[in-house]
């Protein structure tokens, strides 16, 4: 398995809260990404960084926000965490040598419930 | 935009037979990527396999192995000798390399059962 880590891996927490899922990675990628995935349900991209101090936002439009300030840590954040955030969230990095494989490595993901 | 469709919502396979989850993708690139990862239920997503398009000879691991139709757009899995540890969700990705963009499109998933 990767060395890809996220905490918690579950969480419930109550309307309203702000909270932030951590990922952290030891592999030295360059690329993270943060995925939202639904009970049964394929992955939609929600937000990916292509190294510190870049964040762009993925194709699946989502209230949270994400940090890069150091090339191992991706977290996210909700600052007003709603029923509708409850979910599984996975982190993944890849890397962007050339030559390297583009593969992506996911972390254990968090399953949030939002009360 | 490019999709990928997993057709099989659910398979089942006895121990030790073979079964081919299916999976078909659109794209008007020539240049991309094709992954199968799995999910255990609670557990980690891990790659199986992956297959570059450039590259006409059918990517295989171990008892895992595709069958690359670039023509067709297809992209199937094959399991041998299934094991009762390779029972989990089995999602197909597409990935597409553009101008120092990548995104990693995902299908809805198979899940498959393996019977004792």
């Known amino acids: 398995e990767a060395d890809i880590y996220q905490t918690p891996r579950y969480l419930v927490i109550g309307t309203g809260k702000k909270i932030t899922l951590e990922c952290s990675q030891t592999m030295g990628h360059d690329k993270m990404y943060w995925y939202q995935q639904d009970p049964g349900m394929e992955l939609h991209l929600i937000h990916y960084?292509?190294?510190?101090?870049?964040?762009e936002k993925g194709d699946l439009s989502s209230e949270s926000t994400v940090s890069r300030i150091r090339t191992e840590h991706f977290p996210l954040t909700l600052e007003s965490a709603r029923p509708s955030h409850t979910s599984q969230y996975l982190c993944a990095s890849s890397e962007s040598l050339p030559g390297s494989t583009d593969t992506q490595y996911f972390g254990p993901g968090t399953r949030l419930t939002v009360l | 935009a490019q999709t990928v469709t997993q057709s099989q919502p659910e398979m089942s396979v006895q121990e030790a037979e073979t079964v081919t989850l299916s999976c078909t993708y659109d794209?008007?690139?020539?240049?991309?990527?094709l992954f199968w990862y799995k999910q255990p239920p609670s557990r980690q997503m891990i790659l199986v396999i992956r297959?570059?398009?450039?590259?006409?000879q059918n990517a295989t691991e171990n008892r895992f192995s595709v069958n690359f139709q670039k023509a067709a757009k297809s992209f199937s899995l094959k399991i041998s000798d299934s094991q009762l540890g390779d029972a989990a969700m089995y999602f197909c990705a597409y990935l597409l390399l553009q101008g120092g963009s990548e995104k990693l499109v995902f299908g809805k998933g198979t899940k498959l059962t393996v019977n004792p």
């Open positions: 960084s292509y190294g510190v101090n870049s964040t």
């Open positions: 794209t008007s690139e020539s240049d991309y990527y």
């Open positions: 297959q570059e398009a450039y590259k006409q």
